[in-house]
């Protein structure tokens, strides 16, 4: 519960914000693996995505958190209906948030406090579209509030706001039912929630933080509750970060923690049980590709596949043997506990998802949300039963069997080897023919899409194997470029998990010709860069393949990196500002362009204060905007100002030079002669 929500790949959007973050902050790190942010709990109840984009629930129903399952609770976990086409979940104390690949939300569970933004305060067990709610990248839930990220950087809230934790400048106990605008958010690229508090994460690994603060949750140095998003002072270079009940937990780009707000549990992992209002570095704990929160406690994910736990004991959730204080104040290794990618957590409750695709779970279980088939808490971790990422598969063409076709394969097996090929029978001229056999795929795979139309974007691998389904293994072609154009006389598809198991085969005896899928672009994030280039920007779509160019107004845009078939990040390149199109290009030349605008902003003076000053110099100047770059000058009617700081990219301080009396213009001048000219704005008397 109360974590941010790292958006899923699958159909779309999953890690994109996470990389994006990465790249912003600059330097490379071992990241998260792709199954973060999977497993997502709340109070008593618990929500999965699996890689097919359908979810999984299980634990309470009493409220309909679970969706619409056909049974009172469950202690296994049960497949939403009628729900297909996630990208996201997020489990808050009562109520469930689905994000669909579309860019729309769906919510259920309980409504009291408005937190399912329908309109209403009504409960609901089925699923429902949250209206005038779109271009969404990504959702948060806390216990009686929901938030999601725009695609444009913004942010909507809505729930309960007792604590002013939608952001929006009051405080009160009544609630908001539908999503509104927080007010002040630009640039943001997630979000997460805790119990009443909330945090927003920047471009450039910034923090905006509001809500509850008794206890110093917001880490603004001081116990003063927010209305407003405020920013974390002296916080940068955040890849991650969670929410508890009263304290927060932050990863950085270099991999080390920090914690605040708190602390009478050992929550912080400081070794002490003090309250902290400002971030502190946990000092045992580097390498670290994951947090979670849960109330009282704390997770985190080592490079090493294993898991460190701090804070209370309370119900077992810490994985850790019983003492008698119930706290442990640093961060503590959960014996047994190994080969780990992700973690999940709810209040009382704790997941891992391992490296074989299952699932581990440990904590409180009074109403089955650990999934393992009882009501008994667990102080050490125990498999959840019928849930496992690897064995989620899927084969079927996209249209109808003949010229064009294209099969889909999704699967899911990290570190595993798998026995994964096509039989090709036909004309292959210049391509080199190596022995072929079980295929190790690393990195993991999160989906193939093999066929006549062929996506290189992973490791790919096509191979010949007899088209009766035998097992043994006969030669392989890696893919290459110059496969398009290959025409084929026939095709048979197959996957096989255990070189024994055949788990489906397609054969296509017409006449297919290999091609370069078109890309398919849906949304471009952010969708507004400062024009002096380099801000990290995703892309979400399909048909993505390894080598893609990604060009910006005709311009090539750096750092390219295919991550999936899904997703693509790149580095905006410098503009003269304005629009343009978005356009990628997969090898053999099959370019896709999104439909909508892509922008470049150029700097703007907003304001100027003070105003005026002597002929003589020497006035303190601010100067208010936006888009300011960190190495922009300022010119008073085309004399240097002295002394120019750049705050931030809104907020300039400079010296006036000596000038004679009367008004002149001001100027901004950004990096590659893009300037903000506010004319008269300033009077030498």
């Not at 091609?515 to 779509?541: D, M």
């Amino acid at each position: 519960m109360f974590t941010i929500n790292r958006i899923p790949t699958a159909q779309g959007t999953r890690m994109a914000m996470l990389m994006l973050v990465l790249a912003m902050a600059g330097g490379v790190v071992a990241q998260s693996p792709n199954l973060a942010g999977r497993i997502s709990g709340g109070w008593i109840h618990t929500l999965a995505l699996l890689q097919t984009g359908t979810v999984k629930s299980w634990g309470h129903h009493g409220y309909g958190q679970l969706g619409g399952v056909n049974t009172a609770n469950a202690t296994t976990p049960q497949t939403i209906p009628n729900l297909s086409g996630v990208t996201a979940v997020a489990a808050g104390s009562i109520h469930s948030l689905a994000l669909l690949g579309n860019g729309t939300v769906m919510a259920w569970g309980a409504g009291g406090s408005g937190q399912l933004g329908l309109g209403n305060t009504l409960s609901t067990s089925t699923p429902q579209v949250i209206p005038n709610l779109s271009g969404v990248v990504a959702v948060a839930a806390g216990t009686h509030h929901s938030l999601a990220l725009l695609s444009n950087g913004t942010v909507m809230s809505w729930g309960w706001n007792m604590y002013g934790s939608l952001g929006l400048g009051n405080a009160s106990a009544t609630q908001y039912n539908s999503p509104q605008l927080v007010p002040g958010l630009t640039g943001v690229v997630n979000v997460a929630a805790g119990e009443g508090h909330n945090f927003a994460l920047h471009l450039g690994g910034a923090v905006s933080a509001w809500g509850r603060n008794e206890y110093g949750q917001l880490g603004l140095g001081n116990t003063t509750q927010q209305n407003t998003a405020q920013f974390i002072p002296n916080l940068s270079g955040v890849v991650e970060i969670v929410g508890g009940w009263f304290h927060s937990v932050a990863r950085l780009s270099n991999g080390t923690v920090l914690a605040w707000g708190y602390n009478g549990n050992g929550e912080l992992g400081l070794g002490n049980t003090t309250q902290h209002t400002t971030p502190q570095s946990i000092p045992s704990l580097s390498g670290v590709l994951d947090v979670e929160a849960g109330e009282k406690w704390s997770l985190a994910l080592t490079s090493g596949g294993t898991v460190m736990s701090w804070g209370h004991y309370g119900y077992g959730q810490l994985g850790l043997a019983y003492i008698p204080s119930y706290v442990y104040s640093t961060p503590q290794q959960i014996p047994g506990l190994a080969g780990v990618v992700a973690l999940g957590a709810g209040n009382w409750h704790s997941f891992s998802i391992m490296s074989d695709g299952s699932t581990r779970a440990w904590g409180y279980n009074a109403m089955g949300q650990l999934g393992i088939g009882n009501n008994v808490s667990q102080s050490t971790p125990q498999l959840v039963q019928g849930l496992n990422f690897m064995f989620e598969l899927t084969i079927a063409p996209t249209n109808p069997i003949g010229a064009g076709s294209v099969w889909g394969i999704y699967s899911y097996s990290p570190g595993a080897s798998y026995l994964f090929d096509v039989s090709l029978t036909g004309s292959t001229p210049g391509i080199v023919i190596p022995g072929a056999g079980t295929i190790p795929l690393n990195p993991p795979l999160l989906s193939l899409n093999y066929g006549p139309v062929l996506a290189p974007y992973l490791s790919n691998f096509i191979g010949t194997l007899d088209a009766n389904g035998s097992a043994t293994p006969g030669v392989g072609v890696p893919y290459s470029p110059m496969l398009i154009g290959t025409t084929l006389t026939g095709a048979a598809l197959r996957l096989d998990f255990t070189s024994a198991n055949l788990i489906g085969a397609i054969s296509n005896p017409a006449l297919t010709q290999l091609v370069a899928p078109v890309a398919a672009l849906s949304l471009v994030s952010p969708s507004s860069v400062p024009h002096f280039g380099g801000t990290p920007v995703t892309i979400f779509g399909s048909g993505f393949m390894t080598g893609a160019a990604v060009s910006m107004d005709g311009v090539a845009a750096g750092n390219v990196t295919v991550l999936d078939q899904w997703t693509i990040t790149c580095n905006a390149p410098a503009h003269a500002g304005g629009t343009g199109i978005v356009s990628v290009t997969n090898p053999g030349t099959a370019v896709g362009n999104w439909s909508g605008q892509f922008t470049w902003l150029a700097p703007t003076i907003t304001s100027i204060a003070p105003a005026s000053g002597g002929t003589s110099g020497g006035t303190m100047v601010g100067i208010a905007g936006t888009v300011f770059h960190p190495t922009a000058t300022v010119l008073f009617d085309g004399l240097a100002a002295t002394g120019v700081t750049v705050v931030n990219d809104t907020y300039i301080t400079c010296i006036a030079p000596p000038h004679a009396a009367g008004p002149v213009d001001v100027v901004v001048n950004n990096p590659g002669g893009v300037s903000a000219f506010a004319p008269a704005a300033f009077l030498y008397n």
